[in-house]
């Protein structure tokens, strides 16, 4: 059943009156229906909580996909000059030009690359988001209201995609990167998917989650997220439980899944044997595609070793639905922490196929994400929630809403607000060049619903706070416990 909100959406959006000049260009991609599909919850893993989606170190790029040729040379200065005569000196504004694939003397196209929630809900996946081609436009239309980027305006190009393996997500980034020829995609893509974007057609991107260092050294043209960086989420947080002591007088048992075996080697490991935390015994779960009757003989077999090694508390640094179905079934009996903000969702908590309530034994530490409450109280989330409103593309109370929709807005709110900033502050000779430029001379960055963030050289994605999390038995999700730590990564 389609979710009332995206059905009002689509009675609504068939009848849009055309935009006029200085308000947005929204064109849809319409996706075609899959003959058979086979989807479970973990293929969803990463939705709004992290960007990693359980096993596999599929790159998610198709090999036949050639990259777009960058915009031939012209008697325009295209690269970064030394002084950009914006005018913000009271010099003369230089003149807007077609500075790169995607913008124009006045306007920036945009493609967003979200998960269709809609269908999702039809293979009764009960995933909640509001349909991107509400809250996109939307704000697109607030953001050129407001003058825009030094005067271009913002069009927004959608698709869609169902998070099962790459095809879909491969589909997505050509129509955007090489049909539409976008100049940056807003996106929420999982896993190694973005690298169809940045690295294959070398296309900026601003995700809401999923940059790790590999990707950001694979990327061509730049990878921003909101969110903090995966592995600066697995460092910051396991200091910060090194720093409480944790795993003081602990033998500790750590278990990783294939796609995550640079971070467990790279990060986590150095991190515990520098703090001389006693690691009684290593664990990896190979990737075992669709097969789950080899992914569960095999977990189970990991158990056993954990359990014969005299670990008495694991460290799963790696997705919640394959471990916490093991814990489920073999009844360790032991402590675990979970490093996965997968943690913070109950949606994916709920559909999983495991019971709930072997949480009770765990220990969270993630990147901070507020709570629906905290969500609703933040001025930046209202406004963005305003914006939707006054566009007449959707109409929302905060309190009527759900808290899957409350916090998928607030995701997508931090994104868009990264966008914002990165295009009104990049050079007008506007490039991907530019944007790792205005990144890199950001600093301190504070986006809706987070209280500590920033960009600079090298440092991509915004958030700079992890939160500690523990079980709530009478919802059957974790919740926060305390405030949100800074952390200086």
């Keep these: 059943m389609v979710p009332p909100v995206l059905r009002q959406h689509r009675a609504v959006a068939s009848t849009l009156p055309a935009l006029s000049a200085g308000e947005t260009v929204m064109r849809r991609r319409r996706t075609g229906l899959l003959l058979v599909l086979t989807l479970v919850a973990a293929a969803c893993g990463g939705a709004g909580v992290d960007g990693e989606a359980g096993t596999g170190a599929d790159d998610g790029r198709s090999p036949d996909v050639a990259a777009p040729d960058p915009p031939a040379e012209t008697d325009d200065d295209t690269g970064p000059p030394t002084d950009a005569g914006d005018g913000t000196d009271g010099s003369e504004a230089a003149p807007l030009t077609a500075s790169y694939r995607g913008v124009t003397e006045d306007s920036i196209l945009v493609g967003v690359a979200m998960i269709d929630f809609a269908r999702l809900q039809e293979f009764g996946v009960d995933i909640e988001g509001i349909d991107p081609t509400i809250w996109a436009p939307a704000w697109a239309q607030a953001f050129n209201e407001r003058g825009g980027a030094r005067g271009r305006m913002m069009e927004i190009v959608v698709s869609t995609f169902l998070p099962v393996g790459s095809t879909e997500s491969d589909r997505t980034c050509t129509e955007l990167t090489q049909d539409e020829e976008v100049f940056v995609v807003l996106g929420a893509m999982l896993n190694e998917n973005p690298l169809c974007v940045t690295e294959l057609n070398q296309t900026a991107y601003v995700g809401m989650f999923g940059l790790s260092a590999d990707r950001q050294e694979r990327s061509i043209a730049p990878f921003f997220a909101s969110e903090m960086a995966v592995d ?3 460092r910051n947080a396991l200091r910060a439980l090194i720093e409480q ?11 990783w899944e294939e796609g995550d075996e640079n971070l467990a080697t790279e990060v986590v490991l150095p991190l515990l044997d520098d703090a001389g935390i006693n690691v009684v015994e290593t664990v990896t779960q190979l990737d075992y595609g669709d097969d789950s009757v080899a992914a569960a003989g095999a977990i189970d077999s990991l158990f056993a070793a954990l359990e014969g090694s005299g670990a008495d508390m694991y460290l799963n640094i790696s997705g919640l639905v394959q471990f916490n179905r093991a814990i489920d079934r073999n009844r360790p009996n032991v402590p675990f922490v979970l490093l996965n903000g997968q943690m913070t969702s109950g949606a994916i908590i709920s559909t999983s196929g495991y019971d709930p309530d072997v949480l009770v034994d765990a220990i969270g530490v993630t990147a901070a994400k507020p709570t629906p409450d905290e969500w609703r109280a933040d001025p930046g989330w209202q406004q963005c929630l305003d914006e939707i409103n006054r566009s007449g593309l959707g109409e929302f109370v905060a309190q009527e809403m759900s808290d ?14 990264l966008l914002e900033h990165l295009l009104l502050t990049a050079d007008p000779v506007l490039t991907p060049d530019a944007l790792r430029a205005a990144a890199d001379a950001t600093g301190e960055l504070r986006l809706p619903g987070m209280g500590a963030g920033s960009l600079g050289p090298g440092k991509y994605s915004v958030g700079d706070e992890v939160r500690y999390y523990t079980y709530d038995p009478g919802l059957q999700i974790m919740v926060p416990e305390g405030d949100p730590i800074v952390v200086v990564d």
Excluded at 245 to 255: E, K, S
Excluded at 404 to 412: D, E, K, P, R, T
Aim: hydrophobic share 40%; glycine share 22%.
């Design 232 to 234: 600066a989420q697995r």
């Design 404 to 417: 899957g929709l409350v916090g998928g807005l607030g995701q997508a709110c931090q994104a868009f607000r």
């Design 245 to 255: 002591g944790t795993f003081d007088d602990v033998d500790l048992g750590v278990y």
